[in-house]
């Protein structure tokens, strides 16, 4: 047992295992289980730079957490010793500690940003987000381009291949890089599926009742109960509280938890009055608030809450300290809150175990699962975690539940994917060299590399084993040469041609008919040569040896397949070229020079060639202010299945299609994404509309709303760093000032 202590807390082994390797001075990455205690290692390296006057910066996937962190090491440090940059916020940019999106770090790597100089350590926490589909390649750029001096800690859930992702960073890095990994969590945890019929079981025991009472039904009737999530609170709310419950709906959450707010009151009177000053607090006399804020105080009054990305940013964070406070006992929540933020519980809840992830509903992966699991169990409180499933019996078997589990987590993989912004970033930085070699520095590279090696390591030991096999085996194995497979299917022929035969003239001629006829055929051409004369013995001989050797030899031509499904090895070098040949043609280069528009658009992260477009272009000067703020918002939005807004002809947007139509005949159709629907709710809020005006024109949650004026804030920020015209300069200033009010302005962090 470790004896190493942290301010008063004993360390266990491998966090002591990872404060040594940063006290050596090594890069660490460390993989755990949910709320091991990895956040230790972080905030030991974080002090530990501050007592020696070095600079340090932490990066979070998501902005809530970006927050959190900013909250809490300013009540560590000092207001004046910590900063923060997201998309919303630039607060004390040159402070010691930095805390930021991952996006923001790339942003500064990839331009080479002077401010990185000073730079000793870079936090990557949930460094497994390098496997996300939409924003893995950012966490992938970060860690290629991060400075060779700038040390990396990374802190993940459990990975299925740590060693892969750590030996690929030791390999671009040129350094030692320390794995620690943590298998065993402190506070154990229990897996149960659950339905009113069955009660908590586990996942043998819950098939074992379903086929039981199939056996046992009378006719057709449907033997079992319909369960809700209520039926699950009951069974737990005396012993496994507080919980959070994960519903992957917005919709769901808000109304499940209404739900459970008309039969249970889990607060006293004491603790309810306290939830009561806590959003006077926040939001002052109840005859201000909106209708939302209301609903949310009576559920919270009673231990019970929603959370999720649609609501207001004062609304989450309200939500989120009564909880940490213990004032919340069931939160119903998406698999958002289970990132990053420590808010443990007793036991966690899921309303279903498949999910929408855009574009279907699937099953929750094995690491989905366990990162949302794992908030079960606090330390210090809990001898156990409990998860808790529902499942509906009644589709068991067209939906069974998924059996989860941690050895079959699924492995990080490259999501690397190639933008125009990094492609000028890259011209302008680095030498044609340099960016091949940036190519091959890629995960996705790396990982072609290490599956085309061991690939060709095992086709050559194949290639041996069939030769020795060969050796025992006459030429004709295999083949219909060989009594062994000729015999059986001569028999399979004659089958065959009786049942032809026995079909008639009539049905001879339909299409199954003239089908069987034509596999006749075949198979007698086939077996047109006799069999090779061959004695009994030597026949049993081969009919042993025969196995093994056709199993070898379908391995040989799997893997022959798996090494031509490999993607091309220089994929990305060539898709670097094909990308700089359009942005040639639209006038951003000229041979490897960045003209005045790709100088431009390096700077623009969101949609770079229609915002750079714009910009060069009369658009600007024929609206006014609030049309500007309306057509910017439109850049970028991607709606969600079902929002609705009302028809509104904002500005002219026959220009703004003709430019995107521009650039989609050069680059393609993915090259752009601009929705002009969401204008109006911009428009009406630039002019100075109330927000709940501003509601009537959609069906936007209200923290969807607050997001939409938000990006387009953050938008402006770098347009305005990225032209030099000081009047367009000005005039977006003006432009964000009017967006940047009353529910849209940051709160104070």
């Known amino acids: 047992m470790s004896k190493r202590t942290y301010h008063e807390f004993t360390l266990d082994a491998f966090q002591e295992e990872a404060l040594d390797a940063i006290d050596a001075g090594k890069s660490v990455i460390v993989a755990a289980p949910t709320g091991t205690g990895k956040t230790l290692v972080a ?164 098939w074992h009742y379903y086929r039981q009472k199939l056996k046992d039904r009378i006719n057709d009737e449907n033997p079992f109960s319909p369960t809700t999530h209520l039926d699950l609170i009951r069974t737990i709310q005396r012993d496994h509280l507080p919980a959070l419950f994960f519903v992957f709906s917005r919709k769901q959450c808000a109304l499940k938890a209404m739900e459970l707010a008309t039969l249970a009151n889990y607060l006293k009177s004491p603790e309810r009055r306290t939830v009561e000053e806590k959003f006077f607090q926040q939001f002052g006399p109840e005859a201000d608030w909106s209708s939302s804020t209301r609903q949310l105080k009576r559920l919270c009054s009673k231990g019970i809450a929603y959370h999720h990305a649609g609501l207001l940013p004062s609304q989450k964070v309200i939500v989120e300290e009564l909880f940490l406070e213990r004032l919340i006992k069931v939160l119903y929540c998406t698999e958002t809150f289970s990132v990053g933020i420590n808010y443990p519980v007793k036991a966690v809840c899921f309303d279903s175990l498949n999910k929408y992830d855009g574009r279907n509903f699937r099953a929750l992966a094995n690491h989905e699962f366990f990162q949302m699991s794992g908030r079960a169990g606090r330390r210090g409180l809990d001898k156990k975690g409990f998860s808790f499933a529902l499942v509906d019996l009644a589709y068991m078997e067209k939906s069974p539940p998924p059996k989860f589990q941690l050895n079959r987590l699924e492995p990080l993989t490259s999501q690397f994917r190639l933008t125009y912004n990094t492609v000028l970033n890259l011209t302008a930085t680095l030498t044609q060299e340099q960016i091949e070699i940036y190519f091959q520095k890629s995960f996705a590279a790396y990982s072609y590399r290490l599956s085309s090696d061991q690939l060709h390591n095992e086709l050559i030991q194949i290639q041996q084993q069939l030769k020795g096999a060969q050796h025992q085996l006459c030429e004709a194995v295999g083949s219909f040469n060989c009594p062994l497979k000729h015999h059986p299917k001569r028999k399979e022929l004659e089958r065959l041609r009786k049942t032809y035969k026995a079909l008639g003239p009539r049905k001879q001629s339909r299409v199954y008919g003239r089908e069987m006829a034509r596999k006749i055929r075949s198979w007698e051409k086939l077996l047109s040569q006799s069999p090779k004369s061959c004695p009994s013995g030597r026949q049993e001989s081969c009919k042993d040896q025969s196995k093994s050797y056709l199993a070898i030899q379908q391995r040989h031509k799997d893997l022959q397949a798996a090494l031509a499904s490999l993607p ?141 004026f938000r990006r387009t804030i953050d938008l402006m920020r770098q347009m305005r760093e990225a032209v030099s015209d000081t009047a367009l300069r000005a005039r977006l200033k003006v432009c964000m000032e009017k967006l940047d009010r009353d529910e849209a302005a940051i709160m104070e962090l």
């Open 43 to 206: 905030d030991y390296l974080i002090e530990k730079a501050m007592n020696e006057h070095l600079r340090v910066i932490y990066t979070a996937p998501i902005k809530a957490l970006s927050n959190q962190k900013y909250r809490d090491f300013k009540k560590q440090f000092g207001e004046d010793a910590v900063g923060i940059m997201t998309g919303d916020v630039v607060l004390n940019p040159t402070a010691p500690l930095l805390i930021m999106t991952t996006e923001v770090f790339r942003n500064q790597v990839i331009t080479e940003d002077p401010n990185l100089e000073f730079i000793s350590h870079i936090v990557f926490d949930e460094i497994h987000w390098l496997n996300d589909e939409e924003r893995g390649t950012v966490w992938e750029e970060s860690i290629i381009l991060a400075p060779a001096k700038m040390k990396i800690l990374g802190l993940s859930a459990t990975i299925a291949n740590a060693q892969h992702l750590v030996d690929w960073i030791k390999s671009i890095r040129h350094e030692d890089v320390a794995l620690i990994e943590e298998s065993k969590r402190v506070v154990p945890l229990e897996y149960f599926y659950y339905t009113k019929d069955t009660g908590l079981v586990n996942y043998d025991q819950l």
């Open 568 to 708: 091309e090895e220089n994929a990305f070098l060539h898709e670097f070229e094909y990308k700089k040949n359009h942005l040639r043609q639209i006038g951003y280069l000229r041979g490897d020079e960045l003209l005045p528009r790709g100088t431009c658009a390096s700077h623009i992260y969101v949609q770079e060639l229609l915002v750079t477009e714009l910009i060069y272009s009369d658009v600007f000067s024929q609206i006014d202010d609030d049309q500007l703020n309306a057509l910017l918002s439109s850049i970028d939005f991607e709606a969600r299945k079902n929002d609705m807004f009302q028809r509104a002809t904002v500005f002219d947007s026959a220009p703004v299609k003709e430019i995107c139509e521009y650039i989609q005949s050069i680059c393609g159709q993915d090259a752009i994404r601009y929705d002009p629907r969401v204008a109006g709710i911009t428009y009406a809020w630039s002019q100075g509309q109330t927000f709940v005006e501003v509601q009537a024109l959609c069906n936007l949650d209200e923290g969807d709303i607050i997001s939409v």
